[in-house]
């Protein structure tokens, strides 16, 4: 980067999300002792060593050791005659239970703490990257990026320098995270390589993130061994094809043996797959899965399948039926190792949708849930938008009614996220959106954790104890998921997105799309049907009591109306509201909770570093303007529909 005059000018400081060296500023200068042995082990004391701490055998103040009879990743903390013991069931759960120290803070030396013991809800919480090796001409180096480029690849090739993921490798294993994908779900050309002749890349990169407790994971191509095998098939009978699969899969874990496994896209969205052999979704997966079985790994098949070619015009085709009608039939079809992929609801990470009819249906099949951290139709990281709130509703919703379990419960296969973290100086682009990646892995751990909660712990360790920044980003965080649905698409209808980019209003932009993201609006009302009795049926993939309460207008919550039913302007909510005045009044305090993040933000001017005061005001500047561009577009847009004015009387300027 150069200046006016073509001077060198030094690129802006890499501002660290949490853990900065503040945040185990309460461990230096006490002792330690950390027992056992084993590459983990040593991470934890390079961490000591890093806190300052002083090592000792006997009278430490912590120890940290590999010794309980409990899980492999669980530890327990406790305290006596002035000592804090972290004993863990294995090396990971040593390496778990020291982060949890640093989060404890000077609390973890206070004489009254609590003896406790800690879990993962989950075994396998994971990341996927959507990173190119190239710049792809649309979809840049990360697909559905907010914050720069890659932070694995540059150049076509894996970076020199991965220092900075070394970094990012420490960051994960303080929540919690033990894997990740490496590269884009959608596998171009350039991509596709790296499971074969650049492998090696691969090994570096695995290698960065092994002293973490992290294993890492592929995006493969369906038809790699066509593109990358020389045959001219990929049929998942075909016996050269399963040859082919085995060979390449004991290349891999000859270079990698702790390699995780693979992530698949098949049969969507261009992707190639087994339905051009007139084989099913489980015929393709358990054709990769049977290469993986011998090395112990997983096979992620994604069930993001639907028709992106549908025809507009038929009120009958739904997209948001697509999953359910492909996978639902291949329950118990699936090999062990497979784990079926599931976005938490049928259309694309909208900011409102219910949650997947698919997850309690696959009762034989191990099912992972996976949620966007990358704010890809939340902002994209131009607005402050802190979404755990939403995710923890997602992991408590109980599909068989209040007395079953938990989605969280049902997903045995995990939890899967895509990343939002470039190499921007501030990681995520907008700094505050590193809440977000922090609180993905903290409700991945432990999906009963409270989204304020968590928000508190990031910010004492990305910014310290200081009372009213703390109470400052809680007012700006705290609910800005729900202001965020406040000036965008109402009551759970989705989309009015402008195509291609995902980002500022187009109500019509997919409305006569083949992409099947339609809100139906007419002179009379707005809404998809998707009842049974005279929609698209979707309403009946659902069990009891879920079904019934989507197909009646007397039971279908407020928020989710629009996804359900088609309804006029004058339909009246629970609040008393008409769903044209709830859109007119929601886009109208939307846009005005955006001003007060302003002011809220103002206020910490001087209590947060310059450089991330400028950002995150620039930034709010933007969500300012895009909010009110939401409220005018979308308020104008069912003011001319409807015909109907504002009862308030407010007047778009």
Same mark, same amino acid.
């Given at each position: 980067?150069?200046?006016?005059?073509?001077?060198?000018?030094?690129?802006?400081?890499?501002?660290?999300?949490?853990?900065?060296?503040?945040?185990?500023?309460?461990?230096?200068?006490?002792?330690?002792?950390?027992?056992?042995?084993?590459?983990?082990?040593?991470?934890?004391?390079?961490?000591?060593?890093?806190?300052?701490?002083?090592?000792?055998?006997? $009278?430490?103040? #912590?120890?940290?050791?590999?010794?309980? &009879?409990?899980?492999?990743?669980?530890?327990?903390?406790?305290?006596?005659?002035?000592?804090?013991?972290?004993?863990?069931?294995?090396?990971?759960?040593?390496?778990?239970?020291?982060?949890?120290?640093?989060?404890?803070?000077?609390?973890?030396?206070?004489?009254?703490?609590?003896?406790?013991?800690?879990?993962?809800?989950?075994?396998?919480?994971?990341?996927?990257?959507?990173?190119? #090796?190239?710049?792809?001409?649309?979809?840049?180096? %990360?697909?559905?990026?907010?914050?720069?480029?890659?932070?694995?690849?540059?150049?076509?090739?894996?970076?020199?320098?991965?220092?900075? %993921?070394?970094?990012?490798?420490?960051?994960?294993?303080?929540?919690?995270?033990?894997?990740?994908?490496?590269?884009?779900?959608?596998?171009?050309?350039? *991509?596709?390589?790296?499971?074969?002749?650049?492998?090696?890349?691969?090994?570096?990169? &695995?290698?960065?993130?092994?002293?973490?407790?992290?294993?890492?994971?592929?995006?493969?191509?369906?038809?790699?061994?066509?593109?990358?095998?020389?045959?001219?098939?990929?049929?998942?009978?075909?016996?050269? %094809?399963?040859?082919?699969?085995?060979?390449?899969?004991?290349?891999?874990?000859?270079?990698?043996?702790?390699?995780?496994?693979?992530?698949?896209?098949?049969?969507?969205?261009?992707?190639?797959?087994?339905?051009?052999?007139?084989?099913?979704?489980?015929?393709?997966?358990?054709?990769?899965?049977?290469?993986?079985?011998?090395?112990?790994?997983?096979?992620?098949?994604?069930?993001?399948?639907?028709?992106?070619?549908?025809?507009?015009?038929?009120?009958?085709?739904?997209?948001?039926?697509?999953?359910?009608?492909?996978?639902?039939?291949?329950?118990?079809?699936?090999?062990?190792?497979?784990?079926?992929?599931?976005?938490?609801?049928?259309?694309?990470?909208?900011?409102?949708?219910?949650?997947?009819?698919?997850?309690?249906?696959?009762?034989?099949?191990?099912? &992972?849930? *996976?949620?966007?951290?990358?704010?890809?139709?939340?902002?994209?990281?131009?607005?402050?938008?802190?979404?755990?709130?939403?995710?923890?509703?997602?992991?408590?919703?109980?599909?068989?009614?209040?007395?079953?379990?938990?989605?969280?419960?049902?997903?045995?296969?995990?939890?899967?996220?895509?990343?939002?973290?470039? +190499?921007?100086?501030?990681?995520?682009?907008?700094?505050?959106?590193?809440?977000?990646?922090?609180?993905?892995?903290?409700?991945?751990?432990?999906?009963?954790?409270?989204?304020?909660?968590?928000?508190?712990?990031?910010?004492?360790?990305?910014?310290?104890?200081?009372?009213?920044?703390?109470? $400052?980003?809680?007012?700006?965080?705290? +609910?800005?998921?729900?202001?965020?649905?406040?000036?965008?698409?109402?009551?759970?209808?989705?989309?009015?997105?402008?195509?291609?980019?995902?980002?500022?209003?187009?109500?019509?932009?997919?409305?006569?799309?083949?992409?099947?993201?339609?809100?139906?609006? +007419?002179?009379?009302?707005?809404?998809?049907?998707?009842?049974?009795?005279?929609?698209?049926?979707?309403?009946?993939?659902?069990?009891?009591?879920?079904? *019934?309460?989507?197909?009646?207008?007397?039971?279908?919550?407020?928020?989710?109306?629009?996804?359900?039913?088609?309804?006029?302007?004058?339909?009246?909510?629970?609040?008393?509201?008409?769903?044209?005045?709830?859109?007119?009044?929601?886009?109208?305090?939307?846009?005005?909770?955006?001003?007060?993040?302003?002011?809220?933000?103002?206020?910490?001017?001087?209590?947060?570093?310059?450089?991330?005061?400028?950002?995150?005001?620039?930034?709010?500047?933007?969500?300012?303007?895009?909010?009110?561009?939401?409220?005018?577009?979308?308020?104008?847009?069912?003011?001319?529909?409807?015909?109907?004015?504002?009862?308030?009387?407010? %007047?778009?300027?």
């Amino acid at each position: 980067m150069t200046g006016d005059a073509g001077t060198r000018v030094a690129p802006p400081a890499e501002h660290a999300m949490w853990l900065p060296d503040a945040a185990t500023a309460h461990l230096s200068g006490r002792s330690v002792a950390v027992r056992g042995a084993g590459a983990l082990l040593d991470t934890v004391r390079r961490e000591a060593q890093r806190a300052g701490m002083t090592f000792v055998d006997a $009278g430490a103040q #912590l120890v940290v050791e590999a010794s309980a &009879a409990t899980g492999p990743e669980a530890f327990e903390i406790s305290r006596a005659d002035g000592t804090t013991r972290v004993r863990a069931g294995g090396e990971a759960g040593a390496l778990y239970g020291w982060f949890h120290i640093v989060r404890l803070g000077a609390a973890a030396f206070a004489d009254d703490l609590p003896t406790t013991t800690h879990e993962p809800q989950h075994a396998l919480r994971m990341l996927d990257h959507w990173d190119n #090796l190239d710049v792809h001409p649309v979809m840049g180096q %990360v697909e559905r990026g907010y914050a720069g480029g890659s932070i694995f690849f540059e150049g076509g090739r894996v970076r020199g320098d991965l220092s900075r %993921v070394e970094r990012y490798a420490r960051l994960l294993a303080s929540i919690g995270v033990n894997r990740v994908g490496l590269n884009n779900v959608n596998v171009h050309r350039r *991509e596709a390589r790296l499971l074969t002749d650049d492998i090696g890349e691969v090994v570096r990169l &695995a290698e960065a993130y092994r002293p973490w407790g992290i294993r890492v994971h592929l995006s493969v191509s369906f038809a790699a061994p066509i593109t990358l095998g020389g045959l001219d098939t990929a049929d998942p009978f075909d016996a050269d %094809v399963q040859r082919w699969w085995a060979d390449a899969v004991d290349r891999v874990y000859a270079a990698i043996p702790d390699f995780g496994g693979f992530v698949v896209k098949a049969d969507s969205e261009g992707q190639p797959g087994p339905f051009a052999y007139g084989r099913d979704h489980a015929d393709g997966a358990n054709l990769l899965a049977r290469a993986l079985a011998p090395h112990r790994g997983l096979l992620h098949w994604r069930a993001f399948v639907y028709n992106h070619q549908q025809d507009w015009r038929d009120r009958r085709t739904d997209r948001a039926r697509a999953a359910y009608d492909h996978f639902a039939p291949l329950d118990g079809r699936f090999d062990d190792n497979v784990i079926l992929q599931v976005k938490y609801g049928p259309m694309d990470f909208q900011p409102r949708e219910p949650v997947s009819p698919v997850i309690p249906a696959m009762r034989q099949t191990a099912v &992972a849930l *996976e949620l966007q951290v990358t704010q890809e139709y939340t902002g994209q990281q131009r607005h402050a938008v802190y979404l755990a709130p939403q995710w923890r509703e997602i992991l408590g919703f109980a599909p068989f009614g209040d007395d079953g379990p938990a989605l969280a419960d049902l997903v045995r296969g995990g939890i899967a996220a895509v990343s939002n973290v470039g +190499d921007d100086p501030f990681w995520t682009g907008h700094p505050l959106a590193q809440a977000n990646l922090y609180a993905y892995g903290r409700l991945a751990w432990d999906a009963r954790l409270h989204p304020g909660a968590i928000l508190d712990e990031w910010i004492a360790l990305t910014f310290g104890h200081d009372q009213a920044l703390r109470r $400052g980003i809680r007012s700006i965080l705290d +609910d800005s998921w729900r202001t965020y649905e406040a000036y965008t698409a109402p009551l759970g209808v989705g989309f009015m997105v402008t195509p291609g980019s995902h980002y500022g209003p187009s109500v019509d932009g997919y409305e006569y799309s083949p992409w099947g993201t339609y809100h139906f609006a +007419d002179r009379d009302g707005v809404g998809v049907d998707r009842t049974v009795a005279t929609g698209t049926g979707y309403a009946g993939q659902y069990p009891s009591p879920w079904r *019934e309460r989507y197909e009646s207008l007397e039971t279908v919550p407020d928020e989710l109306l629009l996804f359900f039913h088609h309804v006029p302007y004058t339909h009246r909510l629970r609040s008393g509201a008409t769903v044209i005045q709830h859109i007119y009044d929601t886009h109208a305090d939307g846009a005005a909770a955006v001003d007060r993040m302003i002011a809220e933000w103002d206020l910490l001017d001087g209590r947060v570093p310059s450089d991330v005061f400028a950002r995150v005001r620039g930034l709010l500047a933007e969500q300012q303007r895009s909010a009110r561009e939401w409220r005018d577009q979308v308020c104008t847009y069912f003011w001319r529909k409807s015909g109907i004015p504002d009862a308030a009387g407010r %007047v778009i300027p």
